[in-house]
């Protein structure tokens, strides 16, 4: 029963596709995020839902797009990729309250060729 | 904005050696902290975390941290590391009461056996 789970793991591309990645949580959370970790490891938040409402929109670029259908799903679809996008992509979830622990799932590593 | 530093990012050493992480975070209000780690192709996992009460946490694994309020630290321990604490190690800092969770750099750290 996996808390945080994301498709696909792995997602190879060419450059000016489009993709999806899905996330479902099956915690009950009301707070669901997407990190991008490039490949030196840095984390960096890109959005935050709560409740299906978007809450966090850091600087990226609007190619990328979340949709989250209800609270427990989040989706992020990517227009035109380009070799830049190429990283792990980390969808998480927290209760609500404010974050008190977020709790990650596996991760899907696009590449971008 | 809350930020998150980790130095020493490269972290080498033998088994049964210890291990102190730094992280320190600038943020003047009140916040909840975070240690989580990445074992190699693998997600984040929570390892622990500091709400409130007394400042040295313990977490899995034979970790614990200690909040220093006045440094605005909240170090990392293990007395003891084994081989299979190879991983990569992030701290993440979130105000109370908003739902961004900051994350450092990473400290990677790699124990030879």
């Known amino acids: 029963d996996t808390a945080v789970s994301q498709t696909p793991k792995y997602l190879v591309t060419q450059m000016g596709n489009d993709k999806s990645i899905k996330c479902e949580q099956n915690l009950g959370h009301d707070t669901m995020y997407w990190y991008k970790q490039d490949s030196k490891k840095f984390l960096k938040i890109m959005f935050s839902y709560n409740n299906k409402e978007l809450i966090i929109n850091e600087t990226v670029p609007n190619r990328f797009s979340p949709k989250s259908p209800d609270k427990a799903h989040l989706n992020l679809h990517i227009n035109s990729l380009e070799l830049g996008d190429s990283a792990v992509y980390f969808c998480?979830?927290?209760?609500?309250?404010?974050?008190?622990?977020?709790?990650f799932g596996q991760g899907t590593r696009l590449t971008v060729v | 904005a809350q930020s998150v530093s980790q130095h020493n990012h490269h972290v080498i050493l033998s088994e049964a050696a210890s291990l102190e992480l730094g992280c320190n975070y600038s943020?003047?209000?009140?916040?909840?902290l975070f240690w989580y780690v990445q074992y190699p192709g693998q997600h984040l996992q929570l390892l622990l975390k500091?709400?409130?009460?007394?400042?040295l946490v313990k977490g899995i694994k034979g970790f614990e941290a200690e909040f220093i309020k006045s440094k605005f630290s909240f170090n990392l321990r293990k007395p003891s590391v084994q081989w299979s604490d190879t991983a990569e190690y992030f701290c993440?800092?979130?105000?109370?009461?908003?739902?961004?969770?900051?994350f450092g750099k990473g400290n990677q750290v790699v124990v030879i056996p």
């Open positions: 993440a800092v979130n105000a109370y009461g908003n739902n961004r969770l900051a």
């Open positions: 500091y709400f409130s009460g007394d400042p």
């Open positions: 998480a979830s927290s209760p609500p309250g404010g974050v008190t622990e977020a709790f």
């Open positions: 943020y003047g209000g009140t916040v909840n």
